[in-house]
T-cell receptor, first 114, second 110 residues
Framework: DAGITQSPRHKVTETGTPVTLRCHQT?????MYWYRQDPGHGLRLIHY???????DKGEVSDGYSVSRSKTEDFLLTLESATSSQTSVYFC?????????????FGPGTRLLVL | RKEVEQDPGPFNVPEGATVAFNCTYS??????FFWYRQDCRKEPKLLMS???SGNEDGRFTAQLNRASQYISLLIRDSKLSDSATYLC???????????FGTGTSLTVIP
């Protein structure tokens, strides 16, 4: 399994507070991704990165920002958490050399916004 | 229209049965195709890639039909341990973005 970790694994926060989730990979993968998974929707892409300081929006990026200052770290920030952002968040990475490669996922972060 | 659509199931099958899942994708520019498996409250993990010529890995067979834009997964001789949600995944290569179906739930019954 690829070495991808996420922290924290669980978090409870209140509406209006900022939250930062961290993803760390040890595979030297170029691409990193943040998804959220909700019942009935499957995995939806929030943001992704194709290199240090290179990021782009995904399908559900409103209310989220990301940063990638090092190859191994990809941070997801909820500037002002809302109850609709209660979800399971997965980070993933891929090598980034072709379109035939696979993604490897972290264990997920369960976020509850009260 | 969603990029990737799957029948959510659930599929409840007895041990030893053969079960098939189908998935359709909307963008003809899609380049690569995968089946992932996700256990309850766990992360998705790659089950197998899907190639145009079809491919087999033990009890699992994946097929791709580009003309009809669908992907299939066949599981033979189902085991209890096959119980999981199976995700169909498509990559357009452009931007290296992956698109996920909502998943098909399988329960194998003793």
């Amino acid at each position: 399994d690829a070495g991808i970790t996420q922290s924290p694994r669980h978090k409870v926060t209140e509406t209006g507070t900022p939250v930062t989730l961290r993803c760390h990979q040890t595979e030297n993968h170029r691409y990193m991704y943040w998804y959220r998974q909700d019942p009935g929707h499957g995995l939806r892409l929030i943001h992704y990165s194709y290199g240090v300081k290179d990021t782009d929006k995904g399908e559900v990026s409103d209310g989220y920002s990301v940063s990638r200052s090092k190859t191994e770290d990809f941070l997801l920030t909820l500037e002002s958490a809302t109850s609709s952002q209660t979800s399971v968040y997965f980070c993933a990475s891929s090598l980034g050399t072709s379109g035939q490669e696979t993604q490897y996922f972290g264990p997920g972060t369960r976020l509850l916004v009260l | 229209r969603k990029e990737v659509e799957q029948d959510p199931g659930p599929f409840n099958v007895p041990e030893g049965a053969t079960v098939a899942f189908n998935c359709t994708y909307s963008n003809s520019a899609s380049q690569s195709f995968f089946w992932y498996r996700q256990d309850c409250r766990k992360e998705p993990k790659l089950l197998m890639s899907v190639y145009s010529s079809g491919n087999e890995d033990g009890r699992f067979t994946a097929q791709l039909n580009r003309a009809s834009q669908y992907i299939s997964l066949l599981i033979r001789d189902s085991k209890l341990s096959d119980s999981a949600t199976y995700l169909c995944v498509v990559n357009r290569a452009t931007g290296n973005q992956f698109y996920f179906g909502t998943g098909t739930s399988l329960t194998v019954i003793p």
